[in-house]
Structure formats: C-alpha cells, structure tokens
C-alpha cells in the first residue's frame, strides 16, 4: 500500500540557524513526502517524543553547532528505548568525514554536509523507504511544482523583443540620410554668390589683390594699481603698574637692661618703695 514518507525535521541545541532546515523541509514536501518541523532550540527528549507521538519514518537532524557527536548519538539512545530505533536517523550540518563515519558506525544513516543537493537528499531517502517497505510502497514522485510566470507588461519576452528591435531597424532603412545643417547652409549659399555676382566682376576680383590690412601696434595691457589701504598705527600695549614692594618683616631686638646702679633703676625702687607705703 503506497502512502506518504513521513518526515520530522529538529534542531535541537542551541543552534539558531535554521533557514538550511527549511530549505531541506520545503524540498522533501515538495517530492510528495509529508514534513513535520520542530522548531528551534529543542532537546533530544522532545524531538523523540514529536517522532513517537507522529509516528515518522525518519527522523532528521540539523546541527551546526558543533555537537554532532553528542545530539546523534543521545537520540538514537532515546529512539531504541521508545521503540522505534527502526526509524531512519539522519541529518546534516557542519561534520567533518571522520565524524561522519564515527557517526554512521554508531547507527546513524548518512549525513549531509554544506552544499549538498537536496536531489540526493530524497534519493536517499526514498532509496531508504523502498528497500524497507518494498518498490510497490515508494510513491511515485509528483510532478515538479510550475514556476511563476511573468507578469504581462513587466518587460518585453526575448521573441518579441527581436520582433520590435527588427522593425526598427526596417523603419531606420527607409528613413533618408540626415544632413548636417552647416553642410546644407554652405550648399545653399554657393549658387546664390554665382548668380547674384557677374562673370567679369569676378575674373577681376580674382586678378587684384585684396590690400593688407594695417598692422596693429601691439599694445600691452597693464593692470589698474590697486590703491594701498592705510595701515593703522599699532596701539601700543598699556603699561602695568608695578606692585609696590613691601618691607620685610623683621624680629624686634628686646631692649637692653639697664644696671641696677643707674638713675632710671634708682628712681623705680623709689616709687615702688613709696607706693607700699
């Protein structure tokens, strides 16, 4: 019984790249297989859960992050112990061909790396789908999807555009050649210079030479001066009083003492004595 090749298609990790799933998606749709898209950022758990809850015949992985080694082989764990390790594990990314066939020694199916064609890609999984089920199970490819046509008036089909670019070249035939105007001018003032002069004025202006014209004296052309603008007196910069110097300070010498024998000691033992009494 020939029914459609069911398909999922995960990103698990923390890889945010995902227009090559998409790409790889719209492809297997369009050779007739039915797609499921998980999204980004899911976990290995999550991914087998959507294969076992869709019931899928292939389980294919996008990663380009760099842990291949790590994503397959947890999935393809978790698929044997949900019972469905009979499915088709495959995928692609950034995976160097060791990888690829550590990968494929451990259960995984063939990987894709850049630039591959997604023709190979549904070959393969037909050719994967056919040996398991049988050729009778394989459903036949549809026919491939018609491209947009033009939109009329947008611009001219390569037909008709050598039909117009022939009529005009058939038009520019017909056409006369264009004269330049200064050719058609001189044409036309020759013949009037013939009629309006007579044959014997003409063999005598052709016999007297046109006098020379009086030489110039050669004048040379001397620039007007320019009148020089006044130069202003500079302004002498104003002169800065001087700070009045200040006296140094000096420490006062104390007074020196008098003897006791002198007249001015005398005179403050009096008034001292007088006053106690």
């Known amino acids: 019984m020939q029914r459609k090749i069911r398909v999922l298609v995960g990103k698990p990790g923390l890889d945010g790249h995902d227009r090559g799933a998409k790409v790889v ?4 749709r369009d050779a007739g297989m039915e ?19 869709e019931d899928v015949d292939v389980v294919a992985l996008s990663v380009l992050s760099g842990a291949h080694m790590t994503i397959f082989p947890e999935v393809g764990r978790l698929m044997f112990a949900a ?12 995976i160097p061909a060791d990888d690829m066939k550590a990968l494929y020694e451990q259960g995984a199916g063939r990987l894709f790396g850049p630039g591959s064609s997604t023709v190979d890609i549904v070959a393969y999984i037909r ?12 459903p036949p490819l549809p026919p491939p999807p018609p491209r947009p046509q033009p939109v009329i008036g947008s611009g001219p089909t390569p037909a008709r555009a050598a039909t117009v670019l022939d009529a005009h070249h058939a038009r520019a035939a017909r056409r006369p050649a264009k004269r330049s105007r200064a050719g058609v001018a001189k044409k036309s003032a020759a013949p009037a210079r013939k009629k309006s002069a007579a044959p014997g004025k003409a063999a005598a202006r052709k016999a007297s030479p046109k006098p020379a014209a009086p030489a110039k004296a050669a004048t040379k052309r001397v620039a007007p001066k320019r009148r020089a603008k006044p130069t202003r007196p500079a302004k002498a910069a104003p002169k800065r009083r001087a ?3 200040r006296p140094v300070k000096t420490a006062r010498k104390p007074a020196p003492r008098r003897a006791a024998g002198t007249r001015s000691a ?12």
Do not use: C, M, N, S
């Not at 998606?25 to 297997?28: F, G, K, Q, V």
């Not at 898209?37 to 859960?49: K, N």
């Open 25 to 28: 998606a719209a492809a297997l």
């Open 35 to 53: 797609v499921i898209y998980t999204g980004l950022h899911q976990t290995p758990e999550q991914i087998v859960d959507a294969a076992v809850q």
């Open 83 to 94: 019972g469905i390790g009979e499915k088709l594990l495959t995928g692609g990314g950034i």
């Open 127 to 138: 050719e994967w789908y056919a040996g398991r089920f049988g050729a009778d199970a394989l």
């Open 243 to 245: 700070k009045p110097v």
């Open 266 to 277: 005398k005179k403050r033992v009096a008034g001292r004595g007088a006053r106690t009494r």
